[in-house]
């Protein structure tokens, strides 16, 4: 049984860093396409950066694009969050699948067959 769980949220100032940790759990994490979500209040579930099975390619979203950075090793999945601003406000969501896509990487929830809780990130102005 596959588990992820989030870690490294918090409550921070507009232009602050902050670094999430996926820990995963089970077998043959190489196997899975790994991504990063967020959802703000009364809004959808929306991809915020995603990552192939080896790590060699990465998607982000436009809103996020040099400001975020997705990466991943043996332990688990990381997102680091640079230059924060408050529209980053969400509880961010990590989630893996396997498969297969020509793409890389899977951009859709939909896509996405195991998520973990949730952490919540807070970015005051």
């Known amino acids: 049984q596959v588990q992820l769980v989030e870690s490294g949220g918090g409550v921070v100032q507009t232009g602050d860093s902050l670094r999430l940790f996926c820990a995963f759990s089970g077998r043959a994490f190489h196997n899975y396409y790994m991504g990063w979500f967020r959802q703000a209040p009364g809004k959808e579930r929306d991809v915020v950066a995603a990552?192939?099975?080896?790590?060699?390619y990465a998607y982000y979203a436009d809103s996020v694009k040099g400001r975020f950075t997705i990466s991943r090793d043996s332990a688990g999945l990381y997102l680091q969050m640079d230059n924060l601003k408050p529209d980053d406000t969400a509880v961010y969501y990590c989630?893996?699948?396997?498969?297969?896509?020509?793409?890389?990487?899977?951009?859709?929830?939909?896509?996405?067959?195991?998520w973990g809780q949730g952490t919540q990130v807070t970015v005051s102005s």
């Open positions: 990552m192939s099975r080896g790590g060699a």
């Open positions: 989630a893996g699948t396997t498969g297969y896509t020509p793409n890389n990487y899977y951009t859709s929830s939909e896509d996405y067959s195991t």
